[in-house]
């Protein structure tokens, strides 16, 4: 069977779906193939999608939908440190059910740790085993979209302008062919993808052996006494793992360790491991519907792309969960690559600009892989006492650097100024305007952020009655790349500039307070002045 398409991905993992409903969007023809059947159960492995993944989902239209999945509307999303079920409550991080998280107007209520990020969609803790059915729905209403599952990815072969990508029906063994323009791997960690550009994964060796198992088991939601948490830590003479609510009802995963000197899962007991966790005994039962065995690790792929094939989230890198921010990272991949190749597929720029998605995306992949692995160090320390226990996961839980701290600083694509970025860590950002960072998020009206209303490419944001949109249009338009322009008013203090150009990853590319060279502006951020 042979095909054609201008998108081949593999893996219909979140990042793939991700990608092709993104690029859908922008009118580009994707195929998707993915070896595992639709209708089997999800992975429950991710149960944070972070609010800067949240403001990407508003964008494709599917905050609501993913907001409304998984935990009850009144179940908490503490994360509570204790020494066991039956044992004492060490420290509790207290954080909004669905019902708490927005006050009257719609926004963020007060009272929490991150009530006041500046953010039109606060953070949501549903379970990959949630989210990627409605990516599923959601990229199915695309016509731009095929979505082949039961095929697996066998190899590549890539010609100057195009690739052929090689795949078998599993059930059948019927070879496919793709003629596609450009092949994404989204095929996770053991990515064949990646294997087959020869690119290896770099970083720092394993921090330990996790198995983590999804049960059904309705009883454990007895064992909680007063307020429910959604992330517990349990750490005892016996144990020191997790367990994490995933509906809120019969629906939880437990992550138990293998002993440290062991040298492969064998190792751990997994039911008494689960009863230690629990605090239960022999008369306890549940129903295992899955388990992941990971090891820690922090790992980035070399570089993100060979010519006309590309690799994405767990296939470019991963690590340990820390911070909730594998997946999250990975649809911020997806994010930056998605309008960078709909602008070259489309015309509006050229081939060269993908360049751009490795020089921005590799360091920032760097950043967060040790941000995550430093956070790991920190937790193998044990904390025990309550103020050392929050210190060190408040940052995690709470987690604004992570989300909107990270800047491109070295993007061929953005014109820079004479001012720096903030630093970010994990746990704090500081909104900022400096080329690169990220537009600070405000409100146009009540209900309307300003992200609502960027353009699918470009816009020019005019503050204050100030106008240069009669030549950006000109010249924009002689480029043959969309604009948008936008009249706006917005007083934080951070706002100290006329004119602000914004990317449709809501990334700011320039910055000024009258017109710039529009010659150079124009070959910088369509992608004609690559190194
Ligand atoms: C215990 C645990 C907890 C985690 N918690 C979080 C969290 O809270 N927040 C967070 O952001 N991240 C978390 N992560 C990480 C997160 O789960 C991953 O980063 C995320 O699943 C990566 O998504 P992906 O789409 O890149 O890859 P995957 O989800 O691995 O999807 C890859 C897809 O590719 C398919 N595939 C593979 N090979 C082929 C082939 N040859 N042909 C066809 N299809 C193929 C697979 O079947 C799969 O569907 C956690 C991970 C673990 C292990």
């Not at 779906?17 to 922008?26: N, P, S, Y």
């Not at 450009?182 to 720092?204: E, I």
């Not at 509006?348 to 998605?357: G, I, K, N, R, T």
Request: charged content about 25%.
């Amino acid at each position: 069977m042979n095909k054609d398409t201008q998108v081949a991905i593999i893996g219909a993992g979140p990042v793939g779906l991700t990608l092709a409903i993104d690029l859908a969007q922008r009118g580009i023809d994707v195929l998707v193939i993915e070896r595992g059947d639709e209708a089997a159960a999800g992975d429950a492995k991710c149960n944070t999608v972070s609010a800067r993944t949240m403001e990407v989902f508003r964008r494709l239209g599917i905050a609501e939908v993913v907001r409304s999945a998984g935990l009850p509307d009144d179940y908490p999303t503490d994360a509570v440190f204790s020494t066991g079920f039956d044992g004492q409550e060490l420290a509790r991080i207290k954080l909004p059910s669905r019902k708490e998280r927005m006050g009257p107007d719609g926004h963020s209520a007060p009272g929490f740790p991150d009530s006041d990020w500046l953010t039109p969609e606060p953070v949501v803790r549903v379970s990959q085993y949630f989210l990627n059915p409605i990516l599923y729905q959601c990229a199915r209403e695309f016509s731009e979209i095929t979505l082949l599952s039961g095929v697996e990815f066998t190899g590549y072969e890539q010609g100057e302008n195009e690739v052929d990508v090689l795949a078998r029906v599993i059930s059948t063994g019927e070879q496919l062919r793709v003629n596609a323009k450009y092949l994404v791997g989204c095929d996770g960690g053991r990515s064949t993808v990646r294997k087959q550009m020869g690119v290896s994964f770099l970083g720092d060796a394993q921090l330990g052996r996790t198995r983590s198992t999804l049960v059904r088991c309705p009883a454990i939601r007895q064992l909680y006494t007063g307020r429910p948490g959604w992330m517990n830590w349990i750490r005892n003479d016996k144990v020191s793992r997790i367990c994490v609510a995933i509906d809120g009802d019969e629906l939880w995963l437990l992550h138990r360790s293998v002993p440290a000197d062991a040298d492969d899962f064998t190792a751990l007991d997994a039911d008494q491991s689960i009863r230690d966790l629990l605090g239960v005994d022999e008369d306890f039962s549940w129903e295992v519907l899955k388990h992941v065995d990971w090891t820690a690790r922090r790992l980035v792929a070399e570089r993100f792309n060979s010519g006309r094939v590309f690799i994405e989230g767990d296939a470019a890198h991963i690590w340990i969960p820390m911070a909730g921010y594998g997946m999250n990272a990975g649809v911020a991949d997806a994010t930056n690559l998605a309008w960078m190749m709909a602008a070259v597929l489309n015309g509006y720029a050229p081939v060269d600009m993908l360049d751009a998605h490795q020089i921005e995306r590799h360091p920032i992949s760097e950043q967060v892989s040790r941000l995550a692995m430093n956070k790991a160090l920190e937790l193998a320390e044990r904390p025990d006492t309550p103020e050392k226990i929050l210190q060190i996961n408040v940052p995690q839980f709470v987690c604004e650097g992570l989300n909107f701290g990270y800047f491109y600083d070295n993007s061929p694509l953005i014109v820079y100024d004479e001012e720096s970025p903030p630093a970010y860590d994990m746990g704090s950002a500081q909104p900022s305007t400096v080329p690169g960072c990220r537009l600070p998020h405000f409100w146009i009206d009540s209900q309307t952020s300003i992200y609502d209303t960027l353009g699918p490419y470009y816009s020019l944001l005019q503050f204050r009655g100030n106008t240069i949109d009669a030549v950006f249009a000109d010249a924009f338009e002689n480029a043959g790349m969309p604009l948008t322009v936008l009249d706006v008013d917005a007083d934080a203090d951070y706002f100290k500039h006329k004119f602000l150009l914004v990317r449709s990853d809501q990334h700011i590319c320039w910055r000024g307070n009258g017109l710039p060279d529009m010659t150079d502006l124009i070959a910088v951020v369509t992608g004609h002045n690559m190194p």
